[in-house]
């Protein structure tokens, strides 16, 4: 699972995490200030805002202790209390708890707090997909505890992001067909990317990190029996057949699961879940029935993380924030070439 950055910034991500308390289970970076995106330089990736998420078993003292530590780092809330802190995280949103436009070792920095429960929860299961969705991309491994559960849980999410993506692709498809649909699997719904993101975020992630997403992928592409994978040639051929992807269907999360079967099936039919993956696997739309499923998990997740984001980070770091963002999908638009200029 671990990823080697772009260049040796180990010290300054082990500077970050020392002034944090230490009780944590999995600690990654991602996101534009760890890896090259297309269009970005050098100098503009150092002065992107870095990325943390970290997982802790117990978010009530690990508040208490960061609020003894670090009390600037949080908005008004922190007057509640580490215990209101909590359950603001576990109980809102996507169970993330973020501190936003933080100035920490000479860079500004957010960072997301989830219990390890809910990690577990959301990559086994896809409930909200928020962090899932993140941990389909390459991202800079930072603190990986010996917890066996977390360790399987994040191979599973892996597994779950090729399973979604074969039953939205061809039969025949590159390596880039694949990681593209992988990376936009957590953008699917998300409100942002009509307003807010870089519209072409996805391909810019993808673009300049094959090879990354080569190394988190590779194993579980060889050792899936469902697929046909030509590294050197950087092909695949899955199997399309009503069986394969009746076989896909059932491997998938159940909240995908749950949300296909709700796009499917008339209120009031009530047939079980394995009748109506039969059937979704025997439709020609069989793959965007998956994709409206995927994008009903991830729209529900990023609108209620955004308004909770609102109250964890205050309101002017989140005009700051939100400025900053469309200012970069501002960027990201003038950038595309216009229609006469590709004919």
Known sequence: MTLPALHNTGVLYRRILAQFPQDISLAFAYGSGVFKQHGTSQGQMERNML????????????????????????????LLGPTTISSIQNEHGASVYYNTLVPVDGRIIKYGVISTESLIDDLMHWKTMYVAGRLHKPVKMLVQGENGKLRAALVANLKSAVTASFLMLPESFTEEDLFLQIAGLSYAGDFRMVIGEDKSKVANIVEDNIQHFRILYSNILRDCPQVVYKP???????????????????????????????????PGKNRDVEEILLQVAQDPDCGAVVHQGVSSIVKSSSITQSIKGIATAGLWKTASYSSKKLLKMWKGWRRKPSVSQMS
């Open 232 to 266: 050197h040639q950087g092909k695949l051929e899955v199997d399309k057949s009503p069986e394969g992807q009746f076989t896909q269907l059932m491997a998938l999360p159940r909240t995908l699961q749950q949300r296909i079967t709700k796009l499917v099936d008339p």
């Open 51 to 78: 990325d943390f998420v970290f997982a802790v078993d117990d978010p009530v003292t690990w508040h208490t202790m960061n609020l003894l530590q670090n009390r600037k780092h949080y908005s008004i809330l922190k």
